[in-house]
């Protein structure tokens, strides 16, 4: 029965993940130009093949090609958004992204292993209101620190966010400290909680849960920062430097353990968890 | 209903006469002993913090810093900390648990500075600490958001057991013009976006963000500070009062339930986990 249950939830992942890939696939890269097969693409898990240029991709593709197959269990996954501010053309459009995506809200959570080792995911997938963060999404990450305090396991979060979602005002601000909160007293507990920034990493989710990692990792070339380049630019009055904010630029200032690229996260979050195998659990 | 609009409330706590972290310090507490630094890399102005007797008893007190002229706003940034200003108001606070005194902090800032060295020096990452330990504090922290409560660089100085607001204060998720600016891509209607971002003290005390409204003279506290001075004070010991009979761990879990049911409401529950 339960093999019965786990097949097919894979073929959900599956077919969520083909969904995914979809809309992620392309031939031309939008940072070097260079034409490649789309197969090419997919291989390398939408890694440009010539310049190594990391295209977004959705929570679902993403989750499967970290977890060891058969192990997805998603998690929360009827959290959709609140509308606390009644914000003119706010829920239109949340259906309208629900319909495109096949994602209730900007994260997806689940339980799963990695090379054998069970761990609890969130991943935020960008095509959801730029990853952006209101009450669904804090609440989603809350429930996921919660439930890996509960049953003792290691949190593993994939962040991609714009920040703080506009459209829910302050309610989506106090998502900041509810999750930096949640996160603290899962760490305090012993959990161990691994950060891995992709691009872009931003606003709110930088200044909250995705800066509070043991383990703080980022994908190639991510923007990642509190302010975005823009708003620096425009306060400061002059050009940013190239790669500002970039992942090697936070990796050389300190505040990154290492740069993994796509194709070797399973390969190397299944050694860190492998590493904490006991946990720091009290 | 309030007799100013939204967009008139914004007007009246960015208002330059309306007193400052450094007046409420002056007025309320006694023998204020400044604090400075972060013992890593600068001193930052836009936060003004360290020790003062209130009614005898000493605090911990912490705010953020606008200045009263050009050359005082230039050194404090007009308000807007960097990394270095947060991982001060960290110390101060990790001292405050330590001598087991309670927190007060006096919140007042556009946001956080979005500058190249604060981003440099992990801005983010100052902040998500600053939340983080915050939440975890076993001494009573109160705060009071006496103007502009603006973004993530505000919230960082008020996770905290009470988060009270003088009457015509605003708090959100970002200044208005930004709001317009991202929302609209048009920062010019920014008086749009004060209708309905819902950033004043009465919608957030509906929304159950802040737990009590305190009341300004007619026209706005800088019309009367001295008014002004009075009622922060009686909230202040007022709350004093009631989170003294928590000790220790029930303070952070009060603080930590409160934070965590926010929004909470509003997103329905999933199903039960596996």
Known sequence: ?282 | MSKYTPEEKVKIARHPGRPGTADFIDALFTEFFEQGGDRQCREDGSILGGIARFHGRPVTVIGHRKGKNLEENLHCSFGMPGPEGYRKAQRLMRQAEKFGRPIITFIDTPGAYPGKEAEERGQGEAIAQSLALMSSLTVPVIAIVTGEGGSGGALALAVANRVLMLEHAVYSVLSPEGFASILWKDASRSGEACSVMKLTAQDLRRGGIVQGVLKEPEGGAHTDWAATFRTVDAALRKELASLDKLKGPALAQQRYEMFRAMGQNLAPAGKEDP
């Not at chain 1, 609140?82 to 900007?106: C, M, N, Q, S, W």
């Open chain 1, 1 to 282: 029965m339960n093999r019965f249950f786990a097949q097919r939830r894979d073929r959900l992942l599956t077919y969520q993940a083909m969904r995914d890939k979809k809309i992620a696939r392309r031939t031309a890269c939008p940072a070097c130009g260079a034409e490649s097969e789309s197969q090419d693409w997919h291989n390398k898990g939408q890694v440009c093949p010539r310049c190594g240029y990391h295209a977004p991709i959705g929570a679902y593709y993403r989750l499967e090609m970290i977890l060891d197959q058969g192990t997805f269990q998603e998690l929360e996954e009827k959290l959709s958004p609140a509308d606390p501010l009644d914000f003119p053309g706010y829920a239109e459009k949340v259906r309208r992204l629900e319909e495109e995506t096949g994602l209730r809200d900007a994260a997806v959570a689940a339980l799963g292993k990695v090379q054998g080792r069970k761990a609890v995911f969130a991943v935020l997938d960008s095509r959801f209101f730029m990853g952006s963060m209101g009450t669904a999404v804090g609440e989603k990450i809350a429930r996921c620190a919660e439930y890996a305090t509960k049953h003792k396991l290691p949190l593993i979060i994939f962040s991609a966010s714009g920040g703080a979602r506009m459209q829910e005002g302050i309610f989506s601000l106090m998502q900041m400290a509810k999750t930096a909160a949640a996160i603290q007293r899962f760490q305090d507990k012993g959990g161990l909680y691994i950060s891995c920034l992709t691009h872009p990493t931003t606003g709110g989710v930088t200044a909250s849960f995705a800066s509070l990692g043991d383990i703080m990792l980022a994908e190639p070339g991510a923007l990642i920062g509190f302010a975005g380049p823009r708003v620096i630019e425009q306060t400061i009055g002059e050009k940013l430097p190239e790669g500002f904010q970039r992942s090697e630029y936070l990796l050389d200032h300190g505040f990154l353990d290492q740069i993994v690229p796509r194709t070797q996260w399973r390969q190397v979050l299944g050694r860190l968890l492998a590493l904490h195998d006991k946990g720091g659990w009290a």
